[in-house]
């Protein structure tokens, strides 16, 4: 099974999303998960490396051959986390998937680029948004969940803003964006959900 976390636009949440949802599906018994890094700037593999997390392998795949490598060797759960600009790479994990987490932010102006990815996705792939660092109870948010449901895009998950998800490799994975991001692998893992 792979998951693949994607958006083409950069700093929405891929990052953070691959590795908590990694540590979901460890806490789930759904171990050895592997986190395969397609990212150049290899943020979750500097973030395993400062704080490694039991159950967890990395792979660092910067290029569309070795990313394909990877999803094709691992037999069990596998997390993509992908760059925001190598369109190559991105194709090449997505054509891959068995789900497509699409982290996003609330606001008009990221629709676009989330329609961008979801373009790319095959048919038969299933995938949902993700709401990142959201300000819950906000206009801002509820306007852009009206606006997935209203264009028929699946909502998995709304993750809060936290000072704690946001300290990344710097703290312990957050209680709260461990059960935030138990319930979006659940949904990643229900296959064909379209
Ligand atoms: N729930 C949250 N609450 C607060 N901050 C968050 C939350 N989720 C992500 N962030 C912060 O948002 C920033 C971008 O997140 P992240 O690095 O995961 O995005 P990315 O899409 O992987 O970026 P890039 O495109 O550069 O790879 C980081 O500073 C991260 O800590
Ligand atoms: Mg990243």
Excluded: F
Excluded at 62 to 79: I, N
């Amino acid at each position: 099974m792979n998951i693949v976390v994607s958006n083409v636009k950069g700093g929405v949440g891929k990052t953070t999303t691959a590795v908590y949802l990694a540590a979901c599906a460890v806490e789930r018994g759904l171990g050895p998960v592997l986190l395969v890094d397609a990212d150049r700037q290899a943020s979750s593999a500097e973030w395993l490396e400062a704080r490694p997390i039991e159950g967890i392998e990395l792979a660092e795949t910067p290029s569309e051959r070795t990313v394909a490598r990877a999803m094709e060797r691992h037999d069990g759960l596998v997390v993509v986390d992908t760059p925001p600009g190598d369109e190559r790479i991105v194709r090449a994990a997505i054509e891959r998937a068995d789900a497509i987490v699409i982290p996003t932010r609330a606001g008009g102006v990221e629709y676009s680029r989330v329609v961008a990815t979801v373009e790319m996705v095959p048919e038969k792939t299933s995938y949902g948004v993700v709401v990142c660092a959201a300000r819950l109870g906000t206009n801002d948010l509820a306007q852009t969940l009206a606006w997935w449901e209203s264009e028929k895009v699946p909502i998995w998950g709304v993750v809060p803003e936290r000072v704690a998800i946001a300290s990344g490799p710097e703290a312990r994975l957050s209680r709260e964006g461990v059960e935030t991001y138990g319930e979006i692998l659940r949904r990643a893992l229900r296959r064909r959900s379209r």
